[in-house]
């Protein structure tokens, strides 16, 4: 499910009472599921710290108003979150911004939650093709060139072949007319290769892994978090750049994989300001800490890093956030 992979969470949206039962009903969809979710009247909420802190927004309102929402916000076809709108009485889910990047199948998937109607109008997802924007989301991947990928996408949705070569890419999960490999007139690779026009490049973005522990915590079960998780994104440990901590036995666990370690100091998370950070505990309030595994992952990660997955609890000894950036 794509709205399994909403790491950073989602913002439900209502505008007036009548639609409150209906956003209520989609957070206890959403958290049955173990998908961080916020539930916020409109009045309330605050778009321009939010926009840039989820990766789904659900409106529970007429179309027009969320459309006014979302283009007061709007940044571009990479930065933005996912833009659901549902009704009132829940009867409909409809996309409105992002849909090949995964608004048009989570619109499928909140709609079958709730027993209502996905209003899906882009052309590859009405005849149920994967788009070159599903592949780069579901990859961790950066879109070098848009304007190719409007070409392979017109490709895709006309049945024509499109060869894929991208690592870890399962094959049997596109819905498509793809081949693995190359030599056609249209292609979605990764690789650092000359532009061309009906080729779409994906740049692996690379990971920057965030640990905190508990003083008890043994090196394997640490281990054991970063490989639970890094399962989760379908990525493996190559595509990590740094893994970091506050924990020095953390090193053991980076030395293994090979991977760059970074240690830092209490003092040195105190200092660190990121407005999508999830909420402290009371005891890092009291320290003056926003967090450990998030800071930890976005101070390693440098200055354009971005949290892809939230601060994660495993076996009640570890918590581990992931971030993204350009290497």
Known sequence: MVLERAWRGVAVIYASSNGLPTAKRIEDQLKMR???????????????????????FVFVMAVGGAVRAACAHAKGKDLDPLILVVDDAGRYVVPILGSHWGANEGAKELSSMLGATAVITTAAEQIGYTSVEEIAAATLSKIVD???AIKVNGAIVRGEEVCVDVPNLHMEDLRGNFRYGRGCSYAIVFGEEEEQENVVRLKPLMLSVGVGAKEE?????????????LERLKVDVSRVGVISSVRSRVKDVADHFGVKFMGFSFDELKGFRYGCLTPPSQKLIELGIGGVAEVCALLAGGEKSRLVLRKTPY????????ASYEG
């Open 34 to 56: 173990e998908i961080p979710c916020l539930l916020l009247k409109y009045e309330q909420a605050d778009l321009d710290k939010l926009w840039d802190c989820v990766d789904y």
């Open 217 to 229: 915590a043994e090196v394997q079960l640490i281990e054991e978090a970063i490989l639970h998780f």
């Open 146 to 148: 848009l304007k190719a």
């Open 315 to 322: 076996m009640r000894e570890v918590t581990v956030a992931i």
